[in-house]
C-alpha cells in the first residue's frame, strides 16, 4: 500500500511558477512509476507528466511540454513537479499517481493522491 500526499498548491499570476511536492509512504517508492495527472473544472482528468524509476526517462504532455519539469528524490521518497510560466489553462486540480509498471501511461496508476489546487489567474 502507498499513500500519496501532495502539497505546494495555490494561487499564482499567468507567468508565475510554482512547484508541487509529492510524499509518498512506503519503503519501495523507488519501484514506483511516479506521474502527475490535473483534472479542469468540466473536464476529464488528463496526464501532465510521468518519471521512471530511477528518474532518468521522463514524459510530458505537449501542453506543458518545455514549461513543466518533473523529478523525483528517491531517497525522500519524493516526486516533484516544477511548473513555470504558467497559463491561466494550467488551472486545475493536479493529482500525484504512482504504479508499478505501465499505469501511469494508461491512465489507471495502482495509487492516487487527493489532490491539489493550482489556481492560475490572468
Known amino acids: 500500500q502507498v499513500q500519496l500526499v501532495e502539497s505546494g498548491g495555490g494561487l499564482v499570476q499567468a507567468g508565475g511558477s510554482l512547484r508541487l511536492s509529492c510524499a509518498a509512504s512506503?519503503?519501495?517508492?523507488?519501484?514506483?512509476?511516479m506521474g502527475w495527472f490535473r483534472q479542469a473544472p468540466g473536464k476529464e482528468r488528463e496526464f501532465v507528466a510521468a518519471?521512471?524509476?530511477?528518474?532518468?526517462?521522463?514524459y510530458y504532455a505537449d501542453s506543458v511540454k518545455g514549461r513543466f519539469t518533473i523529478s523525483r528524490d528517491n531517497a525522500k521518497n519524493t516526486v516533484y513537479l516544477q511548473m513555470n510560466s504558467l497559463k491561466p489553462e494550467d488551472t486545475a486540480v493536479y493529482y500525484c499517481?504512482?504504479?508499478?509498471?505501465?499505469?501511469?501511461?494508461?491512465?489507471?496508476?495502482?495509487?492516487w493522491g487527493q489532490g491539489t489546487q493550482v489556481t492560475v489567474s490572468s
Open positions: 499517481a504512482a504504479d508499478l509498471a505501465y499505469g501511469i501511461t494508461e491512465g489507471t496508476p495502482d495509487y
Open positions: 512506503g519503503r519501495t517508492f523507488s519501484s514506483y512509476v
Open positions: 518519471i521512471s524509476w530511477g528518474g532518468g526517462t521522463t
